[in-house]
């Protein structure tokens, strides 16, 4: 069974940095998507950033492109978020998810993840 366990959200000033942690577990083949998404209130669940598995390769929404970077231990079976120089719009519910093999133009649909952590709160606010 696979699991995913978010940490690492809080109140933060904006201008802040967080790292949000994702360890996953249970799964089963190395060649997965592990994804970061958020949904704020009243707002649709939208794609942050995700690294595919094994190629490592990265992909970032516009909106946190430059300010947040995806980092993953395999020895760990952790996989990190990085957000730096955050703004209140940033505020919102952070999930991870895991899928399998994905093609790039669909790496930020939600339907398409098959597992998710349940969730870890960002507020970013002065």
């Known amino acids: 069974q696979v699991q995913l366990v978010e940490s690492g959200g809080a109140l933060v000033q904006p201008g802040g940095s967080l790292r949000l942690s994702c360890t996953v577990s249970g799964l089963t083949s190395d060649h997965y998507v592990i994804g970061w998404f958020r949904q704020a209130p009243g707002k649709e669940r939208e794609g942050v950033s995700c690294?595919?598995?094994?190629?490592?390769?990265?992909y970032y929404a516009d909106s946190v492109k430059g300010r947040a970077t995806i980092s993953r231990d395999s020895a760990k079976n952790t996989v990190y978020l990085q957000l730096n120089s955050l703004k209140p719009e940033d505020t919102a519910n952070y999930y991870c998810a895991a899928t399998g093999v994905l093609p790039r133009a669909s790496v930020f649909v939600p339907r398409l993840y098959n597992y998710w952590g349940q969730g870890t709160q960002v507020t970013v606010s002065s």
């Open positions: 690294v595919s598995s094994p190629s490592g390769n990265t």
